[in-house]
């Protein structure tokens, strides 16, 4: 059996570095350690870092109910509101937000004072979204496909800036974009997808239309591994979406001659080297 595994599998710079952070905290602080949020959408690793003692927060009002230890801001960043809270509280506050993320904060923060409309491409319920919208004034719209662009109505004059979640296809933002533009839209266009992400999906795109099989690994609620796994999907009918190697061997998995394997940007390498390791050998 041939195996391919994409170059791009894996931790990103955003994420290998918000995790190292909160390794360096549990090594260093000897108060509690919380991260708003899971740190990364990966349960093994959230898993890990409850063992070590690290407690996920959900909600402000468990924020609140802190009087001392180190809050951790996630990858995918929060809104200004949070950092306000966290400070107010007093408790000691460590930044972890990719600074890609941080760059959409700065760009709609002066915008939507500029008096834009805002609009983010990507989906309202996914953290990262959540925190670009904390960071804007005014008017915020979220589209999450082209036909929620179609839908979309500007009044005759008002101003709009388009960027998008980091992890957001790269096709559908610039489809999003031709129909703006079709629209006379008073628009301006600021691509915010992650570089890495599009080389990502690209590669993974060509490495599944050359197997027979396509693994995708991630966790369930990683929005970037669930679009990989959507382009993986739409060349390669054989594709198998995965959280780790015990998840593919309860599933019908047909190998064929060829395949091939990527994964999420929360995936850590050990997972990858476990199903490239294992796949040749047991199927």
Not at 228 to 236: A, D, F, P
Request: charged content about 25%; overall charge negative; some cysteine.
């Amino acid at each position: 059996m041939e195996i391919t595994v994409a170059k791009t599998a894996g931790f990103c710079f955003g994420v290998r570095r918000a995790v190292d952070k909160v390794y360096e905290q549990v090594e260093k602080s000897g108060d509690p350690i919380y991260t708003f949020g899971p740190i990364i959408h990966n349960e093994t690793v959230v898993r890990d870092l409850e063992e070590r003692g690290v407690r996920v927060l959900e909600t402000e009002e468990e924020i609140r109910s802190l009087t001392k230890g180190t809050v951790i801001i996630r990858s995918h960043g929060v809104s200004r509101h949070i950092y306000d809270v966290i400070r107010g509280q007093g408790l000691a506050l460590v930044d972890a937000t990719c600074p890609f993320v941080k760059k959409i904060h700065q760009i709609v923060a002066e915008k939507s004072a500029q008096g834009y409309t805002i609009l983010i491409a990507g989906s309202s319920s996914h953290p990262e979204v959540e925190g670009i919208r904390g960071w804007c004034q005014g008017k915020v719209v979220v589209l999450k496909d082209a036909e929620e662009a179609k839908n979309l109505k500007l009044d005759p004059g008002e101003r709009a800036c388009l960027v998008s979640q980091t992890t957001f296809n790269y096709k559908k933002f610039q489809y999003m974009v031709e129909i703006l533009e079709e629209r006379g839209y008073n628009s301006i266009v600021v691509n915010t997808i992650c570089n890495a992400t599009h080389e990502r999906q690209a590669e993974a795109r060509d490495v599944a239309s050359r197997v027979d099989s396509m693994i995708v690994i991630g966790g369930k609620n990683s929005s970037n591994t669930q679009k990989l796994y959507e382009i993986c999907r739409s060349v390669c009918a054989n594709t198998y979406y995965i959280q780790t190697f015990e998840d593919l061997q309860s599933q019908n998995f047909q190998s064929g001659d060829s395949v091939g394997i990527t994964a999420g940007a929360s995936t850590p390498n050990t997972i990858i080297e476990e199903v490239h390791t294992n796949v040749g050998i047991k199927f």
